[in-house]
């Protein structure tokens, strides 16, 4: 049999109807009542209706006390927030609410999985039976590791003016936090003049625009074609190379490939160009961390302080927001706390000018490593430590918290 639990009565008949033989549910106490009675049960499809977080909690005790039974989530949309749902919980699959066809499909795979697991339990396994056991086993235990491991956290560095230094604090506190330990992705999303490349010494094969190519179907092979390995714990993927490429990624391949990177590595690090486009939007979309860079002068002061007006009319909370003091000595009658009266923040982290940063970009390599004893250097190791911290935590429910309540502005 297939248990259904959904509160909304029309899409409760749907899927009865569909499912022959089902028993639907409006609230979790009777479901659960009905499978203490019926221990035969081998499937619950949840509904669209359930709140994600009942859906988790059944989930998670379905996972603990009925290990058999296949928990089917069905979502209107079935993006990166429902299958990191899924993942967490121990839910076998998600599916989306109006795909009959692979809601029936899923609850024949729970079917199948249960039958191999009550096979199993009583010693009658066959073969054939110990080898899809042993398969489902290894899924399982990966969805779990993948729930259950570090989910990488994405730093967005960001400001509405340019030459500030946004591409050396990405470039260094990328290379600081891989040289910490950590796995390390440096996106560079400045698709007209992007730096990242040049400034580490790269020559990539090839970049993002290369996500064109694969027809919105942003998997594993797609990720690893555009990754441009710097070190152990370092890559990079580089902007575009040429600017009059007939091929250009989409902010929804974009968006993709940053969501499949906060699963692969501990942490993101993303470069931007100078506005709010629909790169930097995605990328701010998805950012546990933005990172703010202004110089010590009346334009990047006047750009920081549009950058923050419009952050929090998108509805960025203040709180993910990390300001980066750049040429902080400059004797330019404007004071470092003037600026910071007047931006409304506190510097994280404030850089002096040097030669040496100069020589660093000259020579294509990170200032923390060319001049390891720089007071920049040790302010950006510093810096990148605080967002390390957080890097190997899991980091969801505060940034879909965040993200729940954004106004969301696109072109057209």
């Known amino acids: 049999m297939t248990a259904i639990l959904e509160p909304d009565t029309s899409q ?18 009777a479901l659960r009542d009905h499978l203490e009675a019926t221990p035969q049960e081998f499937a619950v499809v949840i509904g669209p209706s359930v709140p994600a977080d009942s859906a988790a909690e059944f989930a998670q005790w379905a996972r603990v006390q009925r290990p058999d039974l296949g928990v089917i989530l069905l979502r209107d949309t079935v993006n990166s927030d429902a299958l ?5 919980s121990g839910m076998r699959e998600v599916v989306g609410a109006r795909d009959l066809a692979g809601v029936t499909t899923a609850v024949q795979r729970a079917r199948s999985v249960a039958s ?3 096979q199993t339990l009583l ?16 899924e399982a ?16 560095v960001f400001s509405t003016k340019g030459g500030v230094g946004k591409s050396l604090v990405a470039t260094n506190v990328a290379v600081a936090l891989a040289d910490a330990g950590h796995r390390v992705c440096l996106v560079d999303l400045d698709v007209n003049s992007g ?49 009059d490429s007939p091929d250009q990624a989409t ?31 995605t ?13 010590l002068d009346i334009p990047a002061l006047k750009g920081l302080k549009l950058a923050t007006n419009t952050l929090n009319l998108l509805n960025f909370g203040k709180d993910s927001w990390r300001f980066v003091l750049n040429r902080a000595d400059g004797r330019v009658g404007l004071s470092v706390d003037e600026y910071e009266s007047t931006l409304g923040l506190k510097a994280a982290l404030t850089l002096v000018s040097a030669n040496e940063v100069l020589n660093a970009v000259n020579r294509g390599e990170p200032l923390v490593r060319a001049y390891a004893g720089h007071q920049n250097s040790r302010g950006l190791v510093r810096f990148a430590a605080t967002l390390g911290h957080t890097s190997t935590s899991a980091a969801t429910s505060e940034s879909a918290g965040r993200k729940s309540g954004r106004l969301r502005l696109r072109k057209g």
Do not use: C, W
């Open 116 to 118: 191999a697991i009550g």
């Open 283 to 295: 990328a701010l979309d998805r950012s546990d961390t933005i990172i703010l860079v202004g110089t």
């Open 12 to 29: 409760a008949n749907i899927l009865q109807a569909m499912l022959h033989g089902s028993a639907a549910f409006q609230d979790m106490s």
């Open 84 to 88: 990191a749902l899924a993942l967490r």
């Open 251 to 281: 902010a929804e391949d974009i968006g993709k490939l940053l969501d499949a990177l906060k699963y692969r590595f501990d942490a993101v690090v993303v470069d931007t160009s100078g506005v709010f486009d629909d790169q930097a939007l």
């Open 123 to 138: 010693g009658e396994a066959q073969a054939a039976a110990d080898a899809a056991m042993a398969q489902v086993a290894a």
């Open 195 to 243: 730096d990242v490349a040049i400034m580490l010494q790269l020559n990539p094969t090839r970049t993002i625009s290369d996500l064109a190519g694969f027809q919105g179907v942003v998997d594993d092979g797609a990720v690893d074609s555009v990754l441009t390995k710097y070190s152990d714990n370092l890559s990079i993927v580089a902007a575009p190379i040429r600017l």
């Open 141 to 156: 235990a990966a969805a779990q590791a993948a729930a259950e491991g570090p989910s990488g956290r994405l730093h967005t």
